[in-house]
């Protein structure tokens, strides 16, 4: 069991276990995996970097999950572009239809605004609570869901006039 401080060994172990995570969570944002990786590079380098200023372990998952949002939000400032989901969607379970609906879904999404994004990602593709969100962007659990019940009403209209 891993005690309360972080060494370099501690900090290896908990970014192998979170790394898939972090890496959808940056590709959720630049719909590109070039770009994910790269900015999970940079985010794992500059959380290496600052790790020892960590004082509790418990707060590793919210504090490194901060430090990607942060470096995808950056990344997409820096190369102003609009970002796109790739055409291939490799995984074989998903039909004709359901492609073009994750399509739709993704350019829906990305069509968001502010926080709102970002809210959704953590919401449904990382699967995490209204508090651990407020948590992650440091804000309050009701401005949380004040822009995630926006964001959603701007989802249900876009999808339904690409209907």
Same mark, same amino acid.
């Given at each position: ?17 979170? !790394? ?28 290496? /970097?600052?790790?020892?200023? /960590? ?26 572009? /609009? ?10 379970? &998903? ?10 879904? &993704? ?5 968001? !605004? ?8 953590? !919401? ?40």
């Amino acid at each position: 069991m891993l005690d309360n401080c972080l060494d370099k060994n501690t900090f290896c172990i908990l970014i192998n276990e979170k !790394k898939e995570s972090l890496y959808r969570m940056a590709y959720m944002h630049v719909k590109n995996s070039d770009d994910a990786l790269e900015i999970v590079q940079e985010a794992i380098y500059k959380a290496y /970097l600052s790790f020892e200023k /960590l004082k509790d372990l418990k707060y590793f998952n919210t504090w490194v999950t901060r430090i990607v949002i942060n470096c995808s939000l950056d990344y997409i400032r820096k190369r102003k572009k /609009l970002v796109f989901l790739e055409e291939n969607i490799s995984s074989g379970e &998903y039909n004709a239809d359901n492609k073009e609906e994750l399509i739709d879904l &993704y350019n829906a999404i990305d069509k968001l !605004k502010g926080n709102s994004k970002t809210i959704v990602i953590l !919401k449904y593709f990382e699967g995490l609570t209204i508090n651990n969100i407020a948590e992650i962007l440091n804000c309050s659990v009701s401005k949380v869901k004040n822009h995630l019940h926006k964001a959603l009403k701007e989802l249900r209209l876009e999808l339904k006039e690409e209907d």
